[in-house]
């Protein structure tokens, strides 16, 4: 499967912006997705996960509260709904796609060692 990310920008402090994942290759509702981020200088982190029926969700704590993970899987698409945005929030923000083939379809992920497909990121600067 291959992903592509849009929607990073600049923003101020407070803003809200929504990211999507897009994509394309295979069947999209087989793959549970998640999104990561990295800062200069610092480790990719994990920002939030989705189920590849998107009934379970998961979030770090430093986004949880602000941001939402959702998807239209008629799009072949998660979206990542971003609020209350912090100067810390400043990163590249990657989607990631795994294949899931749990019975309930409730499996979601948050190492990004479980994951098997990257898109090419995409870069989000708060502005303070």
């Known amino acids: 499967v291959q992903l592509q990310a849009f929607g990073g920008g600049l923003v101020q402090a407070g803003g809200s912006l929504r990211l999507s994942c897009v994509a394309s290759?295979?069947?999209?509702?087989?793959?549970?997705m998640g999104w990561f981020r990295q800062a200069p200088g610092k480790e990719r982190g994990f920002v939030s996960a989705i189920s590849r029926s998107g009934f379970g969700t998961d979030y770090a704590d430093s986004v949880q509260g602000r941001f939402t993970i959702s998807r239209d899987n008629a799009k072949n698409t998660v979206y990542l709904q971003m609020s209350s945005l912090k100067p810390e929030d400043t990163a590249v923000y990657s989607c990631?796609?795994?294949?899931?083939?749990?019975?309930?379809?409730?499996?979601?992920?948050?190492?990004?060692?479980?994951?098997?497909?990257w898109g090419q990121g995409t870069q989000v600067t708060v502005s303070s």
């Open positions: 290759g295979r069947t999209f509702s087989a793959y549970s």
């Open positions: 990631a796609a795994r294949s899931d083939t749990s019975y309930s379809g409730s499996r979601y992920y948050t190492k990004s060692v479980e994951y098997n497909y």
